[in-house]
């Protein structure tokens, strides 16, 4: 549900300096922070890597010297460790699970990121989320919009997707008015980041004709697409569509007005 900003640096930046299955974990973790210590700006994506894949190797020494690392890096308040330790608080990755204390270090994140955009909007939409699902938070679904809409605007594709669904009418709680053409809006925000239940839901708002501008046949071509690819939404949404389009082609048979 949330995406890690450096999830998928840790095998490129380590694989030619360290073998992880060797040695001490704990070792590793006091080099890279004292390398981090001597030039914050040099090691910092370094340490921080480490850290991360630390935590997601299978031995519990080695995750628990991961979760210590990117402690201390927040400590000396690296927002991208900020961001990753509350995640680990939220999902009770290797630490107790603290939506309190995630909640903080969000906070903090979110008040003084200036330069990264993708980080500052990744904070945002875990911040949406407490909101949403009440994690440590009251559940307010008109503020968790709110910070979805704010995070989309960032760039942030699951923020995007986020906020389609509630203008998509797919929160049954909340109360507000459907607006499909909103919601095709933030769908095609983060289809064009490759989401694949964005990129169904914008398909059924075109091949439904729900929207402004829509093209049912674009949306149809996308929806086999996305259903050879297994997803369900899709595969069903097809033969409804199909007996609608038959339905209507009866009707004009009939010299009925199309429906």
Wanted: include cysteine; hydrophobic fraction near 45%.
């Amino acid at each position: 549900m949330r995406k890690n900003p450096l999830r998928k640096t840790p095998a490129e930046c380590l694989s030619e300096t360290i073998d992880l299955t060797k040695g001490d974990p704990r070792e590793h973790a006091r080099h890279a922070l004292a390398l981090w210590r001597e030039n914050p700006d040099v090691h910092e994506d370094y340490a921080l890597a480490l850290a991360l894949a630390l935590k997601d190797q299978p031995s519990q020494p080695a995750r628990a010297a991961g979760q210590d690392l990117l402690a201390q890096l927040a400590q000396r308040c690296s927002n991208v460790a900020l961001y990753n330790l509350a995640i680990s608080k939220l999902t009770g990755d290797n630490t107790p699970v603290d939506p309190d204390g995630a909640n903080t270090l969000l906070e903090r994140v979110i008040a003084t990121e200036q330069e990264d955009r993708t980080l500052l909007s990744l904070a945002i939409n875990a911040m949406a989320d407490t909101f949403f699902f009440g994690w440590g938070k009251p559940l307010e679904l008109a503020r968790a919009l709110k910070l979805y809409q704010r995070a989309a605007a960032l760039g942030c594709d699951e923020a995007a997707y986020n906020a389609g669904l509630f203008y998509h009418g797919k929160i049954q709680a909340w109360p507000g008015a459907l607006d499909y053409n909103k919601a095709a809006h933030y769908y095609a925000i983060a289809a064009a980041a490759g989401h694949n239940f964005a990129i169904t839901n914008l398909a059924l708002l075109h091949a439904g004709e729900m929207i402004d501008g829509a093209d049912p046949e674009y949306g149809e071509r996308v929806l086999r697409m996305q259903a050879a690819e297994g997803d369900q939404e899709a595969a069903k949404a097809l033969p409804i569509l199909a007996a609608a389009r038959a339905a209507n082609d009866r009707q004009v048979a009939e010299g009925k007005p199309a429906a």
